[in-house]
C-alpha cells in the first residue's frame, strides 16, 4: 500500500505568514492528491483536488502543486479561521490513504 | 449540493456489530462514489473502504476486510456500513463521504461529507 508522509507534524505560524506543508507518496499517484481542513468536531474539508484545483468557494490564498511523489499545500496570508489540522489524501488503484495531518497553531 | 446525514451516535460491548446509515440528499445514490472514513479520538482520517468507480466494485481497506461491510439501499439514497466483531481500538467517529462527478470525471477526492457518527465500544 502507498504510504503518505506529511510534514510538519505541527506547525506554529502568525497571522499574515506565508505556511506550506508537504505530503510524499512513498510511489508515484501522478496528480491524484487532495488537501482537506479539519477543525475540532468538525467533518474535514475539501480544499483541493488533482493537486491544484481548488474546490468551490475555497479562498484563492490556498494553493497546491506537485506530481508524483512530492506535494505541497501554501497557504499565502495565513488567516485567523486557518488555525486548523491539514490532512493529504492519495488514490491509487483502488486504494485511498491519508496522511497523518499537520496541526497549524497560533504563534 | 450535496447533503450526507447520519445515524446517531452507538455504544457498543466488544464483540457486538456495529450499522451506520448516511441518508442523501441532493442527488441520487447512483451518481456519487460513497465512501466510510473513520476517526479515532486525537488521531487521523482513516479511510475504511467504498465504490471505486474505476470497476464498479465496493472496495474495502485490508485492514479492515472481513470485517466491514458496505451497501446501499438506492430506493431510500441510503448508505449503510456495518463493522462486526468491535473491540475497543474501534471507538471512532465514523464518517461517510462522497465523490462527485466534475465534468464527467471523478476527482477520487471526498467533496461531501457527513456530520459523523461517534461509535463507542465499551464494556
Known amino acids: 500500500d502507498i504510504q503518505m508522509t506529511q510534514s510538519p507534524s505541527t506547525l506554529s505560524a502568525s497571522v499574515g505568514d506565508r505556511v506550506t506543508i508537504t505530503c510524499r507518496a512513498s510511489q508515484s499517484i501522478s496528480s491524484w492528491l487532495a488537501w482537506y481542513q479539519q477543525k475540532p468536531g468538525k467533518a474535514p474539508k475539501l480544499l483541493i483536488y488533482k493537486a491544484s484545483s481548488l474546490e468551490s468557494g475555497v479562498p484563492s490564498r490556498f494553493s497546491g502543486s506537485g506530481s508524483g511523489t512530492e506535494f505541497t499545500l501554501t497557504i499565502s496570508s495565513l488567516q485567523p479561521d486557518d488555525f486548523a489540522t491539514y490532512y493529504c489524501?492519495?488514490?491509487?488503484?483502488?486504494?485511498?490513504?491519508f496522511g497523518q495531518g499537520t496541526k497549524v497553531e497560533i504563534k | 449540493q450535496v447533503q450526507l446525514v447520519q445515524s446517531g451516535a452507538e455504544v457498543k460491548k466488544p464483540g457486538a456489530s456495529v450499522k451506520v446509515s448516511c441518508k442523501v440528499s441532493?442527488?441520487?445514490?447512483?451518481?456519487?462514489?460513497m465512501h466510510w472514513v473513520r476517526q479515532a479520538p486525537g488521531k487521523g482520517l482513516e479511510w475504511m473502504g467504498g465504490?471505486?468507480?474505476?470497476?464498479?466494485?465496493?472496495i474495502y481497506a485490508q485492514k479492515f476486510q472481513g470485517r466491514v461491510t458496505m451497501t446501499e439501499d438506492t430506493s431510500t439514497d441510503t448508505a449503510y456500513m456495518e463493522l462486526s466483531s468491535l473491540r475497543s481500538e474501534d471507538t471512532a467517529v465514523y464518517y461517510c463521504?462522497?465523490?462527485?462527478?466534475?465534468?464527467?470525471?471523478?476527482?477520487?477526492?471526498?467533496?461531501?461529507w457527513g456530520q459523523g457518527t461517534l461509535v463507542t465500544v465499551s464494556s
Open positions: 489524501q492519495q488514490y491509487n488503484r483502488a486504494t485511498w490513504t
Open positions: 463521504a462522497t465523490d462527485i462527478l466534475r465534468f464527467l470525471e471523478w476527482s477520487y477526492s471526498f467533496d461531501y
Open positions: 441532493g442527488y441520487t445514490l447512483t451518481e456519487l462514489s
Open positions: 465504490f471505486d468507480p474505476e470497476d464498479g466494485e465496493t
